[in-house]
């Protein structure tokens, strides 16, 4: 390994160890995670991603599990989609300082790609990957707990969790306007491990978003939570 990219792999680990308080064996690994497809490397942190989104939803529904003894199975999952979601897996990312760590390509670096939050979820989910396959599902569920336990012990009631797309549909049935429209702009990416550009509009009142993620469901919610801050911001709807 070249001596820069040593030194980069030295830097996720400490980085990881005062962050996440985990200490990894294979940098490698790690690096690899924090990598992001747009800096043309061979290995980066798409399949990571996919492992870790899998290893989060087993950890957190655990952790939910024995954390409402009394909930109901959709409570649950409501619980669930809540703290797995893009938007606080952004969050705790950014708190993370994640973004100092990634690997982007020239035009991502240019574009603010170290801020984006989808990026920063997406990549997020890939250490929790690296975490797994380096020390095992209990050293990934320590990680998960350190991270999301004290999100999780705030969670409002879950009858008041919807995502962004329920939120936008009931504002905008309520004021009487027409529903969204989701369009999907550009599909990019091998076939396990596509990438979805979405476009969220409401003509109505002459606004758009556009967002990206790594499954359709995922890039309309952002698109959608973008459109809501749009609204907000222009006093609509």
């Known amino acids: 390994m070249p001596g820069a990219a040593v030194h980069a792999a030295d830097a996720a680990v400490r980085w990881a160890s005062a962050r996440l308080g985990y200490e990894c064996r294979d940098a490698g690994l790690l690096r690899a995670a924090l990598t992001h497809r747009s800096a043309g490397r061979r290995i980066n942190n798409e399949r990571l991603e996919y492992l870790g989104d899998a290893v989060l939803s087993f950890v957190v529904a655990e952790m939910l599990f024995k954390e409402f ?38 035009g991502e670096l240019k574009s603010g790609g170290f801020r984006r939050r989808s990026i920063l979820a ?79 509009e409401v003509p109505s009142l002459g606004l758009k978003a556009e967002a990206v993620g790594s499954s359709r469901r995922r890039a309309e919610q952002e698109a959608a939570r973008l459109l809501l801050e749009q609204a907000a911001a222009a006093g609509s709807p």
């Open 69 to 106: 003894p009394m909930a109901s199975e959709g409570e649950l999952s409501r619980y669930r989609a809540s703290l797995v979601s893009g938007e606080v897996l952004g969050e705790v990312a950014a708190g993370l300082d994640i973004g100092d760590e990634l690997v982007l390509g020239e």
């Open 122 to 200: 997406d990549a997020l989910e890939a250490v929790v990957g690296a975490v797994y396959l380096d020390g095992g599902l209990d050293a990934a569920r320590g990680v998960a707990e350190r991270l999301l336990q004290p999100r999780m012990r705030s969670l409002p009631a879950a009858a008041e969790l919807k995502d962004p797309k329920t939120r936008l549909q009931e504002q905008l049935q309520g004021a009487g306007r027409a529903l969204p429209q989701y369009t999907v702009t550009e599909v990019s990416g091998d076939p396990h491990a596509q990438v979805f550009r979405v476009v969220c």
